[in-house]
């Protein structure tokens, strides 16, 4: 080993151990240690072991730390530190901004284990709850781990999407006499986009002079398909094609495994023929068009033979935000700030589900601060009327299943979401008792993000779907599609079981500010996966339709 991976490992012992709060003279030695051996003008490995303990600044412990190291190329000590601490609270430490210290309160007050988690906490504007996390400290961590993040190669879907349309634009501009179409899994609205995919009848030394100039390297190159990578850290892979085949190549390049074996099978097409649009190779087959969002799940085609295929939502069929949070907890804006943007783009009504009390971390509200809420609500409704806005609360699932006020207390809100916040490593025989007592709870409307999954950070507990599904059939209670594009939770792979059951679905942004109801657009691209109907979404109710909802959850109450 060179004295800087020595030196590395030593430093990063002391940032693990002022994290755990232990011994801080030890870990100001290991620091110091670090520093000392960093400035050596000879590596360590060239001097004999005994003389090692006489180099100043090296004591016997740290002498003997050493000689392991040069022998063994592990620390002992250091391995320890790090089988006891989450891999994501370690990878906090890449983050510019982010000391030892701050890193301590992020994992231990607000039980922030992944840097997804971090960044969601970030957008809901947690840190400045806590000493030493300001505005401007809050932003500055967002943006680190933001940038951090794009490095990694993976993005959601909303993060990529304005790029890769400015890319396709370029390309189309520069290149008009071909024909162009962005393809794979962004066409597909997939939640997760590793690369951003292209067919063109471009010639191949075409694509290569033009991503040269932008100082982009070619990742792979084969005479059917090449990509390249640029300082976004993107994938950009174009498969090549001509004319004739362009819109058979585009057809198999946007449907999953399952849909094509599916579609060879059941439909036996001709491959030979040229088709001039996608819309000739399904009409060939007497089949519906299947759009590329949908071309996922096999048993799509059957319903499509049946011109069986619904008209799925649209974001214009958004007609309310249900979910959103205001100054009360951890919001940004007022409620009459986030009630004057819904008036502003036509919505017709605002629930208002701010924490519960458990949720200290995000300033849940007490009983006390209840009454002063639902005043203020009411006071707003007479000013802003016919515009309505519902006394609602994101009541925190406790562990043991029960939610987090009164029966009393419950009673005074018009819709109640369920949610669980703590407490997360769980196993699923755990999940599923919190789980499901709360859906069985009369005063539950609304399960909220079912596994709280965070996307490329957090898998989310583990959950029977389908015994979900069927405890909320039961029990009139409706499933959220929390639709923060790092959560998209529930799952749309199992929205068609949740509406062959008859279960609502509710299209929720979480909206923790007014620009978070941007996000029910990113829930409508995976719900539209799904085959989500306007009809069978609580938020695209119109205003009387949702009082109506609301009579039939009180009549659960009785």
Same mark, same amino acid.
């Given at each position: 080993?060179?004295?800087?991976?020595?030196?590395?490992?030593?430093?990063?012992?002391?940032?693990?151990?002022?994290?755990?709060?232990?011994?801080?003279?030890?870990?100001?030695? !290991?620091?110091?240690?670090?520093?000392?051996?960093?400035?050596?003008?000879?590596?360590?490995?060239?001097?004999?072991?005994?003389?090692?303990?006489?180099?100043?600044?090296?004591?016997?412990?740290?002498?003997?730390?050493?000689?392991?190291?040069?022998?063994?190329?592990?620390?002992?000590?250091?391995?320890?530190?790090?089988?006891?601490?989450?891999?994501?609270?370690? /990878?906090?430490?890449?983050?510019?901004?982010?000391?030892?210290?701050?890193?301590?309160?992020?994992?231990? /007050?607000?039980?922030?284990?992944?840097?997804?988690?971090?960044? !969601?906490?970030?957008?809901?504007?947690?840190?400045?709850?806590?000493?030493?996390?300001?505005?401007?400290?809050?932003?500055?961590?967002?943006?680190?781990?933001?940038?951090?993040?794009?490095?990694?190669?993976? !993005?959601?879907?909303?993060?990529?999407?304005?790029?890769?349309?400015?890319?396709?634009?370029?390309?189309? $501009?520069?290149?008009?006499?071909?024909?162009?179409?962005?393809?794979?899994?962004?066409?597909?609205?997939? /939640?997760?986009?590793?690369?951003?995919?292209?067919?063109?009848?471009?010639?191949?030394?075409?694509?290569?002079?033009?991503?040269?100039?932008?100082?982009?390297?070619?990742?792979?190159?084969?005479?059917?398909?090449?990509?390249?990578?640029?300082?976004?850290?993107?994938?950009?892979?174009?498969?090549?094609?001509?004319?004739?085949?362009?819109?058979?190549?585009?057809?198999?390049?946007?449907?999953?495994?399952?849909?094509?074996?599916?579609?060879?099978?059941?439909?036996?097409?001709?491959?030979?023929?040229?088709?001039?649009?996608? $819309?000739?190779?399904?009409?060939?087959?007497?089949?519906?068009?299947?759009?590329?969002?949908?071309?996922?799940?096999?048993?799509?085609?059957?319903?499509?033979?049946?011109?069986?295929?619904?008209?799925?939502?649209?974001?214009?069929?958004?007609?309310?935000?249900?979910?959103?949070?205001?100054?009360?907890?951890?919001?940004?804006?007022?409620? /009459?700030?986030?009630?004057?943007?819904?008036?502003?783009?036509?919505?017709?009504?605002?629930?208002?589900?701010?924490?519960?009390?458990?949720?200290?971390?995000?300033?849940?509200?007490?009983?006390?601060?209840?009454?002063?809420?639902?005043?203020?609500?009411?006071?707003?409704?007479?000013?802003?009327?016919?515009?309505?806005?519902?006394?609602?609360?994101?009541?925190?699932?406790?562990?043991?299943?029960?939610?987090?006020?009164?029966?009393?207390?419950?009673?005074?809100?018009?819709?109640?979401?369920?949610?669980?916040?703590?407490?997360?490593?769980?196993? $699923?025989?755990?999940?599923?008792?919190?789980?499901?007592?709360?859906?069985?709870?009369?005063?539950?409307?609304?399960?909220?993000?079912?596994?709280?999954?965070?996307?490329?950070?957090?898998?989310?507990?583990?959950?029977?779907?389908?015994?979900?599904?069927?405890?909320?059939?039961?029990?009139?209670?409706?499933?959220?599609?929390?639709?923060?594009?790092?959560?998209?939770?529930?799952?749309?792979?199992?929205?068609?079981?949740?509406?062959?059951?008859?279960?609502?679905?509710?299209?929720?942004?979480?909206?923790?500010?007014?620009?978070?109801?941007?996000?029910?657009?990113?829930?409508?691209?995976?719900?539209?996966?799904?085959?989500?109907?306007?009809?069978?979404?609580?938020?695209?109710?119109?205003?009387?339709?949702?009082?109506?909802?609301?009579?039939?959850?009180?009549?659960?109450?009785?």
């Amino acid at each position: 080993m060179d004295n800087y991976s020595i030196a590395d490992k030593f430093s990063l012992l002391a940032k693990l151990m002022d994290i755990h709060g232990d011994n801080s003279f030890k870990a100001k030695s !290991y620091s110091s240690a670090a520093f000392t051996i960093e400035k050596l003008p000879v590596q360590l490995s060239s001097i004999p072991e005994e003389k090692i303990f006489s180099i100043k600044g090296i004591g016997d412990s740290i002498g003997k730390s050493i000689i392991e190291q040069l022998q063994t190329g592990e620390l002992s000590a250091l391995n320890e530190y790090i089988l006891k601490t989450p891999p994501g609270v370690i /990878e906090m430490l890449h983050i510019k901004g982010l000391g030892p210290k701050k890193i301590s309160t992020i994992w231990k /007050e607000l039980e922030i284990e992944t840097l997804g988690e971090l960044l !969601y906490a970030c957008n809901e504007n947690r840190l400045t709850m806590y000493k030493g996390f300001g505005e401007k400290t809050q932003q500055n961590i967002k943006e680190s781990i933001e940038f951090y993040i794009g490095t990694l190669g993976s !993005y959601l879907y909303q993060q990529i999407e304005e790029f890769a349309l400015l890319v396709d634009s370029r390309l189309k $501009e520069q290149f008009s006499q071909d024909l162009w179409s962005i393809t794979g899994t962004f066409r597909m609205q997939h /939640e997760i986009i590793d690369q951003l995919q292209w067919i063109t009848t471009l010639d191949l030394n075409s694509l290569k002079t033009f991503f040269a100039k932008g100082e982009y390297t070619i990742t792979k190159e084969t005479t059917e398909e090449i990509s390249f990578r640029g300082k976004e850290n993107v994938v950009l892979s174009f498969l090549l094609s001509d004319k004739n085949n362009f819109y058979k190549q585009l057809f198999t390049s946007s449907c999953s495994e399952d849909f094509l074996k599916e579609w060879n099978c059941v439909t036996q097409w001709d491959q030979q023929q040229l088709y001039p649009s996608e $819309e000739a190779i399904f009409s060939s087959c007497n089949i519906q068009f299947i759009p590329a969002f949908q071309r996922e799940k096999a048993n799509i085609i059957s319903l499509a033979k049946q011109a069986a295929l619904v008209n799925v939502i649209q974001p214009t069929d958004i007609k309310s935000i249900i979910h959103s949070h205001s100054k009360w907890s951890d919001g940004v804006n007022s409620i /009459e700030e986030m009630a004057n943007e819904c008036i502003a783009r036509g919505f017709e009504y605002l629930v208002i589900s701010d924490h519960s009390k458990s949720a200290f971390y995000a300033n849940g509200l007490t009983e006390e601060r209840l009454v002063a809420q639902h005043k203020e609500i009411s006071e707003l409704n007479t000013k802003l009327a016919p515009f309505k806005i519902f006394k609602s609360i994101e009541s925190d699932i406790l562990n043991d299943g029960r939610l987090d006020y009164s029966d009393e207390i419950l009673s005074r809100f018009d819709v109640v979401i369920a949610s669980i916040h703590s407490n997360l490593k769980m196993p $699923e025989e755990k999940a599923m008792m919190r789980l499901l007592n709360a859906i069985e709870n009369p005063f539950t409307s609304i399960l909220g993000h079912m596994t709280g999954r965070l996307l490329l950070s957090r898998n989310g507990y583990p959950v029977d779907h389908k015994k979900i599904i069927d405890a909320c059939a039961a029990n009139n209670v409706v499933i959220e599609l929390n639709a923060h594009p790092r959560r998209l939770d529930i799952d749309w792979r199992w929205i068609d079981y949740a509406l062959e059951k008859n279960v609502l679905i509710s299209i929720d942004p979480d909206a923790h500010s007014i620009e978070g109801y941007d996000d029910c657009r990113y829930g409508v691209l995976v719900a539209q996966k799904a085959g989500l109907t306007k009809e069978k979404n609580l938020s695209s109710f119109s205003l009387n339709d949702f009082e109506v909802f609301i009579a039939e959850q009180k009549m659960k109450r009785k």
